[in-house]
């Protein structure tokens, strides 16, 4: 085991580098999966307002396009860039507090290991 070995535990530290990959990809990941609901709900908007019968009566959609699952027409719109947010996804709590977490108790552990030899 590598914290057994006295050799390898000064080493420890740089094991803090480790969850920060993993926190891009998992806000890169949300900030995909904001477009979706973004998407999803002007779905649920148009579903739900007069722009429906409206198109049923003109035989073609009003207000909204049928392949466009990432909401592409919204992106210039200020909702959308303030729901959709690349930088908001990396300050989620949930995520946040858990890669910080992780790096900051691999700092503790490997400054322990530093200072105890």
Same mark, same amino acid.
């Given at each position: 085991?590598? !914290?057994?070995?006295?050799? =390898?535990?000064?080493? $420890? /530290?740089?094991?803090?580098? @480790?969850? %920060?990959?993993?926190?891009?990809?998992?806000?890169?990941?949300?900030?995909?999966?904001?477009?979706?609901?973004?998407?999803?709900?002007?779905?649920?908007?148009? !579903?739900?307002?007069?722009? =429906?019968?409206?198109? $049923? /009566?003109?035989?073609?959609? @009003?207000? %909204?396009?049928?392949?466009?699952?990432?909401?592409?027409?919204?992106?210039?719109?200020?909702?959308?860039?303030?729901?959709?947010?690349?930088?908001?996804?990396?300050?989620?709590?949930?995520?946040?507090?858990?890669?910080?977490?992780?790096?900051?108790?691999?700092?503790?552990?490997?400054?322990?290991?530093?200072?105890?030899?």
């Amino acid at each position: 085991m590598s !914290l057994g070995n006295p050799d =390898l535990r000064q080493y $420890f /530290i740089f094991t803090a580098i @480790i969850p %920060i990959p993993f926190w891009v990809l998992n806000a890169r990941w949300t900030y995909f999966l904001r477009g979706f609901i973004f998407r999803q709900d002007k779905i649920a908007e148009f !579903l739900n307002s007069d722009q =429906l019968t409206e198109s $049923f /009566i003109q035989r073609k959609l @009003i207000g %909204i396009k049928v392949l466009d699952p990432r909401g592409v027409q919204y992106r210039k719109t200020e909702e959308y860039k303030k729901t959709v947010n690349l930088w908001r996804s990396f300050k989620y709590p949930e995520h946040s507090v858990l890669y910080l977490g992780l790096s900051l108790l691999s700092l503790l552990v490997g400054l322990y290991f530093i200072l105890s030899s």
